[in-house]
Nanobody, 125 residues
Framework: QVQLVESGGGLVQAGGSLRLSCAASGRINSHYGMGWFRQAPGKEREFVGAIGWTGGSAIYADSVKGRCTISRGYAKNTMYLQMNSLKPEDTAVYYC??????????????????WGQGTQVTVSS
């Protein structure tokens, strides 16, 4: 079982930046991919981006491509989401997730085994 804790959310004006962090802990016996998802009020949770174990390749949703960068820490148990040029439509609860079955990045929500509690990001216009 992996425990995930997100941090770094908050209130920011449109055009601003935020950096979210996700820390993983627990008994982890394999290399694993990690991802970010978000859920806006009244909407379904959606994929934001994901990164594999090596951190060498990340994939992004079209809605954030070019504005967001995902990275992993040296110890691999942390993941970051750098968000720039934020828009009001980026307002959502952001969740990190771990896919313990594969070391690569995946966009499929159902592939993820562990989830954090989420961190609120609010972008004002």
């Amino acid at each position: 079982q992996v425990q995930l804790v997100e941090s770094g959310g908050g209130l920011v004006q449109a055009g601003g930046s935020l950096r979210l962090s996700c820390a993983a802990s627990g008994r982890i016996n394999s290399h694993y991919g990690m991802g970010w998802f978000r859920q806006a009020p009244g909407k379904e949770r959606e994929f934001v981006g994901a990164i594999g174990w090596t951190g060498g390749s990340a994939i992004y949703a079209d809605s954030v491509k070019g504005r967001c960068t995902i990275s992993r820490g040296y110890a691999k148990n942390t993941m970051y989401l750098q968000m720039n040029s934020l828009k009001p439509e980026d307002t959502a609860v952001y969740y990190c997730a771990a896919d313990l079955g594969v070391a690569s990045a995946t966009t499929t929500e159902g592939d993820y085994d562990s989830w954090g509690q989420g961190t609120q990001v609010t972008v004002s216009s």
